[in-house]
């Protein structure tokens, strides 16, 4: 019974909408905040104007306690150097230290005839009560980190406009002890909340467990109809194509939530128009009630359909969802705006790996994934932040991105950037392996058994779940549920996800049990199912099998020396020794090692020299990564998810670009080796591949097959035509022995071809090949080379940099391109490359395009272009 009682709960509840409304603004400036300790009158009391708040400091809100301080400049930056020591941490210092009331003055006159007017909270950790001008507004506590809140404040608000919001924060209770464990002692997973903050692995904690009103705060203003929580379901039947003129009709099903919040029974029509077709259904609500309404399914002619990248375009639909009542024609009581993709996920069993595979629009999706944490440790989003950040993984032409479960459910602004990218999600819910009691742990303070059973508020869970899924659940990016981080939930948590609370507020993506459950990928190799960690032997990628549908499995991810001198203090600025004792910052920033992989590229000279070579290893790894499950698709794999391609701090692992957006090679190894139609060298085998993500069949390519010496000669290996079916890999060429004879003595660059018929470049691959003792010797004793780079500015924020190389020259190495302030000569951020670490063979030319937001008042940028045997050079942007 119980378990029913909370599903009838969470189906009522009235929680906010993730559409634009009518009338909405955010209450984002102006606020103030003061320590529990500093204010020691009732919330009725300090939500009075007349209360003062003159010697109250200014708050950040969205934000935390934390990030307050530190804007206040009351706190050290934690992400610098050893900083995060400096913080007090609220184990030690009690719950009320950073316990604050935070308020904020605003205008808004109290509503005519049946007008309301609503405050949303759409996240705040962990409990709060929430006070207008003298007036309580939650009749309870409020508990949970991603539980929104929606209070009607129509008969609160001053008639002169005059108000005040005071809201008072408390931290998770209890905070946990940051031991050094994975979520420190695990008492941080007793509350539904983000468990990181507790420290783990590759991160520190977070001071203040980041308590605060984290996320947005606004004000919408109705009729006495308000619209909530809309739903569209696309059905695409069928196999579907991405480049044809005519698609077949798609199945358009709208619902949304009415409330009346009058006196009076109230009649109207709900409706949206779209495509120039105009869908709608009478509606009578009764006096203070409040109800699902479905509008008749709609069939879209010829629809524009979303694809995941790389599989067809990102195309977007612009709903409104409008309410108008009888007598009010034209007059809408509330309007719901969203954008929204048409497009069908489903998921198939795949036989032959033993593993969950992707289907969208009926097409196999071979997935490509990588793991996100947070944009930021201390939750400071924004739209743009989000948007660069999923544009970099665009950019290494993955198609997911995983939000790991012991992070939080993410927020409507990173939707949408992967619904514009392309980038299907994998949702966990708020539960991990390490937390929730998977594993033996003597770093936690209660057993297994306890564990096993957090967190403390099940029904709160559920609720949370329930608010979280209607939330997001339009955007078409979302594809997969996921019960938590190599774990379930409790079976009373986990059965009525699946069985109740899913179908009837989603009923369309599938439900992981946890992220690496046998529902997902079998595992028929032992250990936990996910892994292996760390660099590794390059053949290793593509010999040794691992779990066939990976959801963990990385390498190392160290920026380059303009990267690591942002956070770390110019003393500690010297190169890792293997083996050697670790540097205490470095050590601190989660530093894993490189092991022996750097000097195989000979001595490291210093530090600089140290992240050039560390630079080779990042393209290296993850081009191999990618292309190892790739040769092995649909036979061994049905996809892999990278641990992990972003880091929400300074952290010195686990990135393709660092918290500063600043890209290494780790992304380009990727964007290479993940392209949708791919030419590739198997070292084991000596053997080159093509690999086909794309739906289409492609035909008369030559493939050609070259090798270069360290001087720059060249030697054509073969040149012949090939083609390629839809969702394939193949085997083409093999060359035997004739590779190893060739690398022998000082290795080899190994140049491969694509080219179409009229003799563009499909895709190219560039490998540099170790002698026969594993040491790229030749690279150590290669002549240095003159570049000629033009750079040509092709429109506001976009500009084409030409690296050519002239006949007779040894090949250009590995060049890093970069886009620099010409006064200070530090790096633009964020710029987002088409291309980088780029070699040019002789008598060659590359086009690399840069595009950035330049600022109105900076002055005309330079590129500057590095190589391993080009000499640094700064080109103006004329």
């Not at 962990?126 to 207008?132: H, K, P, R, W």
Request: charged share 20%.
């Amino acid at each position: 019974m119980y378990r029913y009682h909370i599903i009838a709960a969470f189906l009522s509840c009235f929680v906010m909408s993730a559409a634009s409304a009518q009338v909405q603004y955010d209450l984002n400036t102006g606020w103030k905040c003061i320590n529990i300790g500093k204010a020691k009158g009732a919330g009725e009391k300090i939500s009075s104007l007349s209360w003062s708040i003159k010697e109250w400091l200014p708050a950040t809100v969205p934000g935390t306690v934390l990030t307050t301080l530190i804007d206040n400049k009351l706190m050290p930056d934690p992400f610098y150097g050893m900083n995060n020591e400096k913080i007090p941490d609220i184990y030690t210092t009690g719950r009320d230290y950073y316990t604050y009331w935070f308020v904020k003055d605003f205008k808004e006159a109290a509503p005519k005839d049946d007008q309301q007017v609503w405050l949303h909270l759409r996240g705040v950790n962990y409990s709060c009560e929430v006070y207008l001008n003298g007036h309580k507004l939650n009749d309870k506590t409020h508990h949970g980190m991603y539980l929104r809140q929606t209070y009607n404040i129509s008969s609160f608000l001053s008639k002169e406009g005059a108000n005040r919001l005071a809201v008072i924060v408390y931290p998770p209770d209890p905070v946990g002890n940051p031991n050094g464990g994975q979520g420190g002692d695990g008492e941080i997973a007793r509350s539904i909340t983000h468990q990181y903050v507790a420290g783990w692995d590759w991160i520190q904690p977070v001071r203040d467990r980041n308590t605060g009103i984290w996320d947005k705060v606004s004000i919408e203003k109705t009729g006495p109809v308000n619209i909530s929580n809309p739903h569209i379901i696309t059905v695409v039947p069928g196999v579907r194509m991405p480049d044809v003129k005519v698609q077949q009709p798609a199945i358009i099903k709208v619902s949304a939530e009415l409330e009346n919040r009058s006196a009076q029974p109230v009649s109207g029509l709900l409706k949206y128009e779209l495509q120039g077709a105009t869908v709608s259904i009478p509606v009578t609500l009764p006096p203070n009630s409040r109800q699902e309404v479905k509008l008749p399914d709609h069939l879209l002619q010829n629809p524009r359909l979303w694809w995941p990248n790389g599989y067809g375009p990102q195309s977007l639909y612009h709903m409104e969802i409008v309410f108008e009542r009888g007598q009010a024609a034209g007059q809408p009581d509330d309007k719901e705006s969203l954008d929204f993709g048409v497009r069908e996920i489903s998921t198939t069993w795949n036989t032959v790996t033993r593993s969950r595979q992707a289907r969208v629009n009926g097409q196999p999706v071979f997935i490509k994934g990588g793991n996100w944490i947070v944009s930021d440790e201390l939750l400071r989003f924004s739209p743009q932040r989000y948007d660069a950040e999923v544009r970099f993984h665009r950019d290494m032409n993955l198609n997911l991105i995983r939000i790991w479960g012991g992070a939080l459910t993410e927020r409507p602004e990173f939707y949408e950037a992967c619904d514009k990218y392309g980038m299907l999600v994998f949702q966990d819910f708020w539960n991990s392996g390490d937390c929730n009691g998977r594993w033996l742990d003597p770093q936690k303070k209660e057993d297994q058994w306890t564990r096993r059973q957090y967190p403390d508020d099940h029904g709160l869970f559920l609720v949370s779940v329930a608010d979280q899924v209607k939330m997001i659940r339009n955007h078409p990016s979302l594809a997969f549920w996921c019960g938590g981080n190599e774990i379930t939930p409790t079976d009373d948590i986990l059965l009525p996800m699946k069985d109740s609370i899913l179908p009837a507020l989603d009923g369309t993506r599938y439900l992981f049990d946890y992220s690496n459950s046998d529902s997902m990928s079998y595992n028929f190799l032992g250990g936990n199912g996910d892994g292996p960690y760390g660099v590794q032997p390059i053949r290793t990628f593509w010999a040794d099998r691992t779990f066939p549908f990976n959801s963990e499995v990385g390498s190392v991810g160290v920026g380059d020396y303009e990267s690591l001198e942002r956070f770390i203090p110019a003393d500690h600025l010297t190169a890792p020794q293997y083996p050697g004792k670790e540097d205490p910052v470095w050590a601190y920033h989660k530093y894993i090692g490189y092991d022996s992989t750097v000097y195989a590229y000979g001595p490291v000279k210093d530090l600089k020299d140290f992240t050039l070579k560390a630079q080779l290893v990042n393209y290296d790894q993850y081009r191999a990564l990618m292309e190892g499950y790739s040769s092995h698709m649909w036979e061994w794999y049905t996809g892999s998810i990278i641990w992990k391609t972003q880091n929400p701090w300074t952290a010195l692992r686990g990135q393709m670009y660092d918290y500063y957006l600043d890209v290494n090679a780790c992304l380009y190894g990727l964007h290479n080796g993940s392209e949708p139609l791919h030419v590739m060298f198997d070292p084991v085998d000596n053997m080159v591949e093509i690999v086909n993500n794309t739906v289409s069949f492609h035909r008369n390519m030559m493939l050609e097959v070259k090798a270069y010496d360290r001087q720059g000669k060249d030697k054509l290996l073969t040149q012949v035509y090939e083609e390629i079916g839809p969702s394939a890999v193949r085997k083409y060429v093999g060359f035997g022995k004739q590779i190893d004879q060739l690398r022998k003595e000082e290795g080899l660059f190994l140049s491969l071809r694509l080219l179409d018929e009229n003799r563009q470049p499909i895709s190219e691959n560039f490998y540099w090949l170790p002698d026969a003792a594993g040491y790229y010797s030749g690279l150590q004793h290669m002549a240095t080379t003159a570049l000629k780079v033009e750079v040509k500015k092709a429109g506001p924020g976009k500009i084409v940099v030409t690296l050519s190389n002239a006949a007779g020259n040894p090949v250009a190495f590995f060049n890093r391109v970069a886009l620099i302030d010409p006064a200070t000569k530090k790096r633009i951020l964020p710029v987002f490359y088409s291309d980088n670490y780029i070699s040019v063979v002789p008598g060659a030319s590359k086009t690399v395009t840069l595009e950035y937001t330049p600022s109105a008042q900076s002055a005309a940028p330079e590129v500057s272009v590095k190589g391993w045997n080009v000499e640094e050079m700064s080109v103006p942007v004329k």
